[in-house]
Nanobody
């Protein structure tokens, strides 16, 4: 059974920083895609940043976080990070980790979600 466990959320003042972590555990053959999403109250879940690795590492960011957030991953630990700097009140949301995980070489990837971690930015 695969689990994604997030950590690092909390309460921070505007302008501050937080670092989120998401560790995947279980029977894992490979992980290509890992991403961070967020959902604010009354809003749809949106992609914040994603990173893929399969020879070449590629990352993408939502326009609202470009220049402030950085996504990275440690493939040996099956862990993805989100460094969030210059936080704004509008960044307040529950942040979720998503990973596309291949359990066996012959299987296609399947999507898994973490339980979410709350990030609150006070003005």
């Amino acid at each position: 059974q695969v689990q994604l466990v997030e950590s690092g959320g909390g309460l921070v003042q505007a302008g501050g920083s937080l670092r989120l972590s998401c560790a995947a555990s279980g029977r894992i053959f490979s992980i290509n895609y890992m991403g961070w999403y967020r959902q604010a109250p009354g809003k749809q879940r949106e992609l914040v940043a994603s990173i893929t690795s399969g020879g070449t590492t590629n990352s993408t960011y939502a326009d609202s976080v470009k220049g402030r957030f950085t996504i990275s991953r440690d493939n040996a630990k099956n862990t993805v990070y989100l460094q969030m700097n210059s936080l704004k009140p509008e960044d307040t949301a529950v942040y979720y980790c998503n990973a596309q995980i291949r359990l066996f070489p012959s299987w296609g990837p399947a999507g898994y979600w973490g339980q979410g971690t709350q990030v609150t930015v006070s003005s």
